[in-house]
């Protein structure tokens, strides 16, 4: 999937908050995520790519299981705090 644009809306469901900035791509959470909540991002430039990280594509569907934050080596994915 791909995405240039990042929103509010794109990095938090009511449950878990998004930080795409320590996100290093591992991929990790999309594979521990039940519901399909998240998938990758991919930012390009003239056909350069220039940045890759998760986001959060279907954040009704995030149940709150909070596997993503098991699955994240990077403490990119916490609780989300409104
Ligand atoms: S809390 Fe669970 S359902 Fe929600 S995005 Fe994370 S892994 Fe998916
Ligand atoms: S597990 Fe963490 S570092 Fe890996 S893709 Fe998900 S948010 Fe990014």
Redo the contacts with the bound molecule.
Sequence with gaps: MESTLLKDDNTH?S??QLNVYACTACWE?IN????K??DKSFLFSANTLINEHVL?YNAS????????IQACSFDAISIYKQ
């Design positions: 469901t449950f878990v959470c521990m995520c039940p519901n909540a998240i959060i569907k995030c149940t709150g299981c909070l596997n993503c």
